[in-house]
């Protein structure tokens, strides 16, 4: 069973206001990664992670931006939520080896 | 560069049929690949993960193959039920700790 925390799980948030979205995983993974994902339509990779103090963008181009402080944990952070970010973010995790891939519930956020 | 397709992408069938989803990899030097489902809303369930090393794997009702010198992997779903309705998506990685390239998914419907 995956433990893979996202919080919050849906978010409706006024535009300029800044917000993190919290990962927290704990089955020591090495890798965390964060997708975006539009209604229907196909996910895609924004960040990813190695380790502690590794982060990466991903194939597509994000305003938002992310740490690694622990391993345990992968925020991902708007300085300015604009209604173009309005999406579904997905956070996953996976071993140094790269095996199964585990995702989290998501969270659906929301600029008006 | 690879690329992941998924075919048909949707299908409707009634209760206690058999089914095969289809994934197609244009680069058959793959690591490994893994189907997940998606319920609306909701984040990524793992189902079945395939080393390169294997041709399948088995878990329940699920059945999934893997032919990488042909760039395909099947899922073969058994007595279909209306609780397998969801979005099947299967990804693949393309090797040794790079990320997952995912498909854009098969959208099930199992009517009662």
């Known amino acids: 069973e995956a433990d893979i925390y996202q919080t919050p799980r849906y978010l409706v948030i006024g535009t300029g206001k800044k917000i993190t979205l919290e990962c927290s995983q704990t089955?020591?993974?090495?890798?965390m990664y964060w997708y975006q994902q539009d209604p229907g339509m196909e996910l895609h990779l924004i960040h990813y992670?190695?380790?502690?103090?590794?982060?990466e963008k991903g194939d597509l181009s994000s305003e938002s931006t992310v740490s690694r402080i622990r391993t345990e944990h992968f925020p991902l952070t708007l300085e300015s939520a604009r209604p173009s970010h309005t999406s579904q973010y997905l956070c996953?995790?996976?071993?140094?080896?790269?095996?199964?891939?585990?995702f989290g519930q998501g969270t659906r956020l929301t600029v008006v | 560069k690879q690329e992941v397709t998924q075919i048909p992408a949707a299908l409707s069938v009634p209760e206690g049929e058999n089914l095969v989803l289809n994934c197609s990899f244009t680069?058959?030097?793959?690591?490994?690949l893994q189907w997940f489902r998606q319920d609306p809303g909701k984040g990524l369930t793992s189902l079945l993960l395939?080393?390169?090393?294997?041709r399948e794997q088995t878990s329940g009702r699920l059945n999934a193959s893997l032919d990488k010198s042909s760039g395909r992997s099947t899922l073969y779903i058994a007595a279909s039920q209306p609780g397998d309705s969801a979005t099947y998506l299967c990804?693949?990685?393309?090797?040794?700790?790079?990320?997952?390239?995912f498909g854009p998914g098969t959208r099930l419907s199992v009517l009662p």
């Open positions: 089955m020591g993974h090495d890798k």
């Open positions: 992670s190695y380790g502690v103090n590794s982060t």
């Open positions: 996953a995790s996976s071993d140094r080896w790269n095996t199964e891939a585990f």
């Open positions: 680069d058959s030097a793959i690591y490994n």
């Open positions: 990804a693949v990685q393309v090797g040794y700790g790079q990320n997952f390239v």
């Open positions: 395939i080393q390169s090393s294997q």
